[in-house]
C-alpha cells in the first residue's frame, strides 16, 4: 500500500471515529477554499464557518485559512496549495488535536496553557507539540520541514524512527529516506503569515506633538 | 483574602491542650460546634463555634492542616456576635480534604476543644467537594466568571474592517446556560443575528466603521445564576500599537470596629487591614497590613506590615512580616519578622531568611506580672533574718531566627536540598530589672505589711524589716532562654512520566534548653557525663578506680570541633539535647537502625502514585523524642506513624473513594516506658452526580489504642488502671439535596454523625474503673432558600448530644449534655442591589446539670457607596436565661442579691461591628 493510500486510509477512519465534533472555527478565508465534510462534495470555506473533526480542507493557489480551535485557542494557519483533515477528539476539559496533511504548508501556534495534545502528521513525520509555534511544509516527495519559531517540537520520521527536536531558530528536515536533520534557520525560508505575527523585522512607530504642533516620530524596530 | 497566620506556641497551648487530653472531662469546658457537611474547593470556608461557659474565653483558634500534614496552619476566631467565625481560606481547601480543629482557652486556663477527645491527633476530617456554580449568599462579591474563551477578535487587537468576525467558545464554560447567552456589539443587542452552535458563538457584523468597538456577552448558569458578563474592545483602523501601562497599581483598605461587651467585659478593638501593590512589569511590590488596637507592648506582635518585592518570577525578597517554608519539619509557615530572599532559577533554587521568631516583652500589663515572690525560696540567715526572693516573670526573649535553603532541581526528575536553621533567645532583648512592676507581698513576708509593691519600695520595706531581698538580674525561673540549631537535607525524584514521586526528607536538631550559662570549653566537656576529669566524656570507673566497661567513653581529644569556636552557631553546654547525638555502644552492632532511630532526628519517606484514576500514598514519618525545632514548635515528636491510603475517582469523578489505614507510636526508642499504639481505618465515600443533583457523603473512621499494659500498676500504696485497649468508631453522613418548590430554589442539608468509644479490656476492670471517653451524636439540618426577588434565607437546626462519663462513688455516671440549636438567617437585595439588608436570630438550648437558653438577634446591612467604596454595619445582641437560677438561694452573678431577675436573664453578648472598605 502506498503512503497516499495509507493516509487517505488513515484519513477515512479517524473521519469516521472522530467525525462530528464541532472543534474550531474559521476566522478568516482569503482567496479559494474548499472544505468537505463525509460523503458531500467540495464546498467554499467561509469566515465563521464551524469546523467539525473529520473535515478536510483544501487550499487553492490562493487560498489561505486561518482556524482557532475551541478548547484552547490553538490557531491553525492553512497556505495555499495544502490538504488536510482536521480531528479532534472532545474531551472534558481539552480536545486532542490531529492534523493530518497530504501535503502543503501549514502554521501552528499552540499556547503553553493548551491541555490537550497537538499532533501534525504526513506520509513521512508526526510533529507533536505543546507551547510552541511553528510552521511545518509537507511534501510527500521531498520530505518535511518544520520551522522552529518559539518552543520545542519532537519531530518523528516514522519509517526509521528516529527523531529530533525542532527548538527556535532551527529548521528540522524529515525526509523520504528515514533520516531527519537540523540546522539553523534561513530567515529567507520563513513563510509569510498574511495574518501577520511574523517573525520578521517590524517597525512600531510613535508620533509626538509638542505644544507648537511640530511633530517626530519615534521608529522602533523589532523582530 | 490574605491571610495570615502561625504556628502557635508550644508552652502556652500544647502542653495544656495535651494535659487536657490526658485528664479528658475532669475539667470539662464545652463549646458547640456543628462542621459543615462539606467545604468546596477553593472557596472560603467559614466554621462557626459557640461557648456555653459563662466565662469568655479568652482566645479561640482554629487549626487546619491537610490530612496527615505534619503541622497546623493558625487562624483566630473573630467574635460575631452569636457565634465566633474563622474563616479558611480558599486556597486551602483542595481536593484532598481538611482536618481541624476549634479550640477555646479561658481565663482559668482550661481550654474546651473540637473535636472533644485527642482533638491534635484525631482532628476532624472535612471533606471537600469540587465547587458547583451556587453563589453564595454574600456581601458585594463579584459575580462569578464563566469561563468563556474569546476567539476573536483578540482584545485590543486592531484589525480592518473586512476582518470582523465576532467569536468565542464555551468548550469550558459548561455551566453556562446557553439559551440566556445575549451578545451586544457597541451596546447593541445582535443576539438574533448570531450563531450558537456546538459551544461556539459566532457573529459576522459585516463591515464596521473605523474606531474602537465593544463587544459583551451577557449569560446566566444552569441554576438562572447570573454570571460575570464578558467584555473587550477591538479596533477597526490602521494599525496601531498601544502603548501599555508601565505602571499599574491596586489594592484594598478595609478598616473594622468592633463595639462589644461579653459577659460583662467591654471588648472594643479597631482594625485597618490592608494591601497595595505596585507594577512596573519588571518587578512588583506588594505590601499587607495590619493595624490593630490590640497591639500592645504587653504581647507578641499583632499588627502585621510586610511588604515584598518580586522581581520577574525567579526573585523574590520579603521586608518585615512574613511567613516563609522550608519544610514541614523545620520552618513552614510560622510567622517571622525580618528579611528573607527566595530567588528560584528553576533548576536552583536559595532561600534565606533572618528575622525574628517572637519579638521581647519585659512583663505583662498586671500586678505579678513583671515580678513575683517565690516564698519557698526564702532563705534564712545566721543572724534569724530572711532573705526573700523575688523572681521575674511574664517575660519573652526576641527569639532571633536565621536559615538558609538551596535546592536543585534537575530536569524535573531529581531533587536534591540542603537547609538549615538557628533560632536563639536574645538573652539581653528583656529589661533585667523592672522599676515599675508591681507585685503583691502577702503575709509570708514577714514584718512587712501586705500589699502591692516594686522592687523599690519592697527593698525598702524589708530593709525597714530587718530583712533582705534576692532580685537575680538573670537565670530567672520559668522560662529559660533556648537555642536550636537544625539541619537537613532532602531528595526527590519521580519514575513512570512522573506518575510516581518519591520524597524524602530527613533533618535533624540541636537543641539547647537553657543558655543563661553561655557556652562549655573542652575541659568542661570532660565532666559532663561523668565526674572524672580524666580525658575521657562518659569513662565511668568502679569503686576501686577501673574502668567500667561498656560505658560510653568518648576522648575529649578525639573531639573535633570546639564548642566556644561554634557559639555563633550553637551554644554547646550541658543542657544541649542530644549530648550525644547517637548511641555509640549501639552504633557498631546496629549501625543503620541506631542512625535511624536517633533521638533528635525527624524523617519521612514518601511515595505518591497517580494511576488509573487511583491517587495513593504510602508513608512513613517518624519524629524523635528529642527532635525540636522552634520554626516548627507545633510538630509531635516522639511519633513514628506508617500511612497507606488510595483515593479514586469514578464515573467521570462523580464517585469518590477514600480509604487507608494509619499506625501511630511512640516506640522509637527501645527504652519506651509507656507505649502507646494507634491504629486507625478511614473510609469516605462521596457521590457527586452532577449539578442540580443530590450529594452523598459518608465517612467511617475507627480509632484504636493500646497502651501494651496487660498489668495494674501501683502509685504509692494505690493500685491504678492506666491499661487502655479501646475503640472509637466515629461516623458521620450528609445529604444535600437541592430542589425547587415553585420560583423558589432550596438546598436541603442533612448532617448525621455520632462517635462511639468501646473499652476492650472492659470485663477485666474493676468495679470503680472509669472510663473517660464522651460518646456523642449529632444531627444538623439546614435549609437554603433562594427566593426569585433577591430574597434569600438559611435555616439551621442542629442538635449534639454528649454523654460525659464521671464517678459518683464505684458508680459510672454518665451526665448527658444537648444541645440544640436553631437558627433563621435572611438577606434581601435592595436599592438596585446598591443595600444588602441581613438579619438573623437564633437559639440555643443547653440541657445539662444546668439549664440554660441563649437567644439572639443580629442585624445589618452592607451598602455599596460607590464602585470601590462599601460600608457594612452589623448589631447582635443575646440572651442568656438560666431558669436554675431562680431558686438556687444563690448569688450567681454576684451582685449581691440572691434569685434576682439579674440572674436569670442576663445579656451574655452586645455589640457593633462596623466595617468601611475601600478599592483601588
Do not use: C
Not at chain 1, 464541532?22 to 478565508?29: F, Y
Amino acid at each position: 500500500m502506498t503512503s497516499a493510500k495509507k493516509i487517505i486510509s488513515s484519513l477515512l477512519f479517524l473521519t469516521m471515529v472522530f467525525g462530528g465534533d464541532r472543534i474550531a472555527i474559521t476566522t478568516k478565508v482569503i482567496g479559494s477554499v474548499q472544505y468537505i465534510r463525509g460523503n458531500k462534495g467540495s464546498k467554499v470555506l467561509k469566515k465563521g464557518h464551524i469546523i467539525e473533526s473529520g473535515d478536510i480542507l483544501k487550499t487553492n493557489k490562493d487560498g489561505f485559512a486561518a482556524l482557532l480551535f475551541i478548547d484552547d485557542k490553538s490557531a491553525l494557519k492553512i497556505k495555499e496549495n495544502s490538504e488536510l483533515i482536521i480531528t479532534g477528539k472532545r474531551g472534558a476539559r481539552a480536545i486532542a488535536k490531529k492534523i493530518n496533511m497530504a501535503g502543503g504548508t501549514i502554521r501552528a501556534q499552540v499556547g503553553k496553557q493548551k491541555k490537550g495534545g497537538f499532533t501534525v502528521q504526513t506520509s513521512v513525520s508526526v510533529a507533536s507539540v505543546k507551547g510552541t509555534d511553528f510552521w511545518l511544509i509537507a511534501d510527500k516527495n521531498t520530505g518535511d520541514s518544520v520551522i522552529g519559531l518559539e518552543g520545542t517540537i519532537m519531530l518523528l520520521n516514522q519509517l526509521s524512527g528516529d527523531s529530533l527536536d525542532v527548538t527556535s531558530g532551527l529548521t528540522g528536515l524529515s525526509l523520504p529516506s528515514g533520516s531527519v536533520q537540523s540546522f539553523k534557520t534561513d530567515p529567507k525560508t520563513i513563510p509569510e503569515d498574511p495574518t501577520g505575527g511574523q517573525t520578521g523585522e517590524q517597525q512600531l512607530k510613535i508620533e509626538f506633538q509638542d505644544a507648537s504642533g511640530k511633530k517626530k516620530t519615534l521608529i522602533i524596530e523589532y523582530k | 483574602m490574605k491571610n495570615r497566620w502561625a504556628i502557635f506556641r508550644l508552652r502556652d497551648f500544647i502542653i495544656p491542650f495535651l494535659l487536657f487530653s490526658h485528664y479528658g472531662l475532669a475539667q470539662t469546658k464545652l463549646l458547640h460546634h456543628t462542621p459543615p457537611s462539606n467545604g468546596i474547593i477553593g472557596q472560603d470556608l467559614t466554621l462557626y463555634a459557640a461557648t456555653l461557659e459563662t466565662t469568655n474565653p479568652v482566645g479561640a483558634t482554629l487549626y487546619y492542616r491537610l490530612p496527615g500534614g505534619e503541622s497546623y496552619l493558625e487562624i483566630t476566631f473573630r467574635k460575631s456576635g452569636f457565634n465566633w467565625e474563622a474563616t479558611i481560606p480558599g486556597f486551602g481547601l483542595t481536593e484532598d480534604g481538611l482536618e481541624y480543629v476549634v479550640a477555646f482557652k479561658f481565663s482559668d486556663g482550661k481550654i474546651a476543644s473540637f473535636p472533644l477527645e485527642d482533638p491534635f491527633n484525631q482532628p476532624h476530617f472535612l471533606q471537600i467537594f469540587p465547587p458547583e456554580d451556587q453563589p453564595e449568599i454574600g456581601v458585594f462579591g463579584e459575580l462569578p466568571a464563566a469561563d468563556v474563551l474569546i476567539l476573536s477578535p483578540e482584545p485590543n487587537e486592531v484589525l480592518d474592517q473586512n476582518s470582523i468576525l465576532i467569536a468565542a467558545s464555551f468548550f469550558n464554560a459548561n455551566k453556562v446556560d446557553v439559551s440566556t447567552v445575549h451578545l451586544l456589539v457597541d451596546g447593541v443587542d445582535v443576539s438574533l443575528s448570531m450563531l450558537l452552535e456546538g459551544g461556539i458563538l459566532s457573529y459576522d457584523p459585516g463591515v464596521m466603521s473605523m474606531g474602537i468597538h465593544t463587544a459583551e456577552i451577557k449569560m446566566k448558569d444552569i441554576d438562572n445564576q447570573d454570571v460575570a458578563p464578558l467584555i473587550w474592545s477591538f479596533t477597526i483602523g490602521k494599525k496601531t500599537t498601544e502603548i501599555t501601562n508601565l505602571f499599574k497599581y491596586g489594592g484594598r483598605v478595609n478598616s473594622r470596629i468592633s463595639v462589644e461587651e461579653v459577659a460583662g467585659i467591654p471588648l472594643n478593638i479597631a482594625e485597618v487591614i490592608g494591601d497595595i501593590s505596585f507594577d512596573v512589569q519588571w518587578a512588583k511590590l506588594t505590601t499587607d497590613l495590619r493595624l490593630t488596637t490590640r497591639e500592645s507592648q504587653y504581647l507578641q506582635p499583632q499588627n502585621r506590615f510586610g511588604t515584598q518585592f518580586t522581581f520577574g518570577n525567579f526573585l523574590d525578597l520579603d521586608v518585615g512580616d512574613f511567613y516563609p517554608q522550608f519544610n514541614p519539619f523545620m520552618i513552614d509557615g510560622k510567622h517571622v519578622r525580618g528579611f528573607g530572599i527566595d530567588a528560584n532559577l528553576k533548576w536552583i533554587r536559595l532561600q534565606f531568611i533572618q528575622g525574628e521568631l517572637n519579638r521581647e516583652v519585659h512583663q505583662q500589663d498586671k500586678i505579678n506580672g513583671g515580678y513575683h515572690i517565690l516564698t519557698n525560696l526564702t532563705q534564712t540567715n545566721e543572724n534569724g533574718s530572711q532573705t526573700y526572693y523575688l523572681d521575674r516573670t511574664g517575660f519573652a526573649f526576641k527569639k532571633k531566627v536565621s536559615g538558609l535553603r538551596v535546592s536543585v532541581d534537575i530536569l524535573s526528575k531529581l531533587k536534591f536540598g540542603v537547609h538549615f536553621m538557628k533560632v536563639r533567645d536574645d538573652t539581653s532583648s528583656v529589661n533585667r530589672v523592672l522599676d515599675k512592676a508591681e507585685f503583691t507581698s502577702d503575709s509570708s513576708v514577714v514584718g512587712v505589711t501586705e500589699g502591692t509593691y516594686n522592687i523599690e519600695s519592697f527593698q525598702t520595706a524589708l530593709t525597714s524589716a530587718g530583712h533582705s531581698l534576692n532580685a537575680p538580674t538573670s537565670h530567672w525561673g520559668g522560662v529559660k532562654p533556648t537555642d536550636n540549631f537544625v539541619f537537613g537535607f532532602n531528595l526527590g525524584t519521580t519514575f513512570d512520566k512522573k506518575k510516581l514521586t518519591l520524597d524524602f526528607d530527613w533533618n535533624m536538631s540541636m537543641f539547647n534548653r537553657d543558655i543563661w550559662d553561655g557556652v562549655m570549653s573542652k575541659t568542661k566537656l570532660d565532666t559532663v557525663l561523668d565526674d572524672s576529669l580524666d580525658g575521657y566524656i562518659g569513662l565511668q570507673y568502679d569503686k576501686d578506680g577501673k574502668e567500667i566497661s561498656g560505658t560510653t567513653k568518648i576522648k575529649t581529644s578525639d573531639i573535633l570541633i570546639d564548642p566556644e569556636k561554634l557559639k555563633d552557631i550553637f551554644i554547646i553546654n550541658t543542657n544541649m539535647s542530644p549530648l550525644v547525638p547517637i548511641d555509640i555502644n549501639a552504633l557498631t552492632k546496629h549501625p543503620i537502625t541506631s542512625i535511624i532511630n536517633m533521638p533528635s532526628s525527624a524523617f519521612n519517606i514518601r511515595l505518591r502514585g497517580h494511576y488509573a484514576r487511583n491517587s495513593f500514598l504510602v508513608e512513613y514519618r517518624q519524629v524523635g523524642p528529642e527532635y525540636v525545632s522552634l520554626g516548627n514548635p507545633f510538630l509531635r515528636n516522639n511519633a513514628r506513624q506508617f500511612t497507606i491510603s488510595d483515593r479514586v475517582s469514578l464515573m467521570d469523578n462523580k464517585l469518590f473513594l477514600n480509604f487507608g489505614f494509619k499506625h501511630l507510636d511512640n516506640k522509637i526508642l527501645r527504652t519506651t516506658i509507656n507505649p502507646l499504639n494507634t491504629n486507625t481505618v478511614f473510609l469516605n465515600f462521596t457521590f457527586l452526580p452532577g449539578p442540580g443533583m443530590p450529594t452523598f457523603l459518608v465517612n467511617y473512621q475507627s480509632i484504636g489504642k493500646n497502651n501494651e499494659k496487660t498489668q495494674l500498676d501501683t502509685v504509692g500504696s494505690q493500685t491504678v488502671d492506666l491499661r487502655e485497649d479501646s475503640k472509637a468508631a466515629n461516623n458521620m453522613m450528609a445529604i444535600t439535596i437541592p430542589f425547587t418548590s415553585g420560583d423558589v430554589k432550596q438546598n436541603l442539608t442533612l448532617n448525621i454523625g455520632n462517635v462511639t468509644n468501646v473499652d476492650n479490656i472492659i470485663k477485666k476492670r474493676s468495679a470503680g474503673y472509669l472510663f473517660p471517653k464522651t460518646d456523642s451524636k449529632t444531627i444538623s439540618i439546614n435549609l437554603s432558600s433562594s427566593f426569585p426577588n433577591q430574597f434569600k434565607t438559611i435555616t439551621q437546626f442542629s442538635q449534639t448530644k454528649l454523654e460525659i462519663p464521671s464517678m459518683d462513688g464505684n458508680k459510672l455516671v454518665k451526665t448527658p449534655y444537648t444541645w440544640t440549636n436553631f437558627s433563621l438567617s435572611a438577606n434581601y437585595r435592595m436599592l438596585e442591589d446598591k443595600m444588602l439588608a441581613k438579619g438573623s436570630i437564633s437559639l440555643l438550648n443547653s440541657q445539662s446539670r444546668i439549664k440554660s437558653q441563649l437567644f439572639g438577634v443580629r442585624a445589618g446591612a452592607d451598602y455599596r457607596i460607590g464602585d470601590n467604596l462599601s460600608a457594612s454595619i452589623i448589631s447582635q445582641i443575646r440572651l442568656n436565661y438560666i431558669p436554675s437560677f431562680k431558686k438556687d438561694k444563690q448569688d450567681n452573678d454576684g451582685d449581691g442579691k440572691v434569685d434576682n431577675a439579674g440572674e436569670i436573664l442576663e445579656i451574655n453578648s452586645a455589640g457593633v461591628i462596623m466595617t468601611l472598605q475601600y478599592n483601588f
